[in-house]
């Protein structure tokens, strides 16, 4: 997807296999790719039917999700991703919703502040 941009990513399985599932935004349109979790190998991928309403705020977000993501692991390092995307928050302010996991296990929400990478805790 040429100038594609990931705004909802999940850890998840596939045939048992550890993946990533990932929505991206591409010339308005959105696709939904599911990629082998190192990486290195795209397992399927398809586009949407409809674009959601998200398409329009990761292609509008001054930062993007590796940013977002870098500046949300900052605030816990040795956490991993658990689930992450962009939406509108209470205030009507976009923003990156990161779900981390620490290495106890327990979850730590973070809002990422799409215009200015500013960090919030939900």
Same mark, same amino acid.
């Given at each position: 997807?040429?100038?594609? %941009? ?6 998840? $399985? +596939? ?7 990932? *929505? /991206?935004?591409? #010339? ?15 397992? %399927? ?6 674009? $959601? +309403? ?7 977000? *001054? /930062?993007?999700? #590796? ?56």
């Amino acid at each position: 997807m040429p100038g594609g %941009r990931p705004f909802d990513l999940e850890t998840g $399985s +596939d045939e048992g296999q550890r993946v990533l599932e990932v *929505k /991206v935004a591409s #010339r308005g349109e959105e696709f939904k790719v599911v990629v082998a979790a190192d990486g290195q190998q795209v397992v %399927r991928q398809q586009q949407a039917d409809k674009p $959601s +309403d998200d398409v329009a705020k990761a292609e509008g977000a *001054k /930062v993007d999700a #590796r940013r977002a993501l870098q500046a949300a692991a900052g605030t816990d390092p040795g956490s991993t991703l658990s689930e992450m995307e962009i939406d509108t928050n209470y205030d009507g302010a976009v923003v990156w919703q990161v779900a981390l996991v620490h290495r106890d296990g327990s979850t730590l929400q973070i809002d990422v502040d799409a215009k200015s990478a500013a960090i919030s805790a939900r």
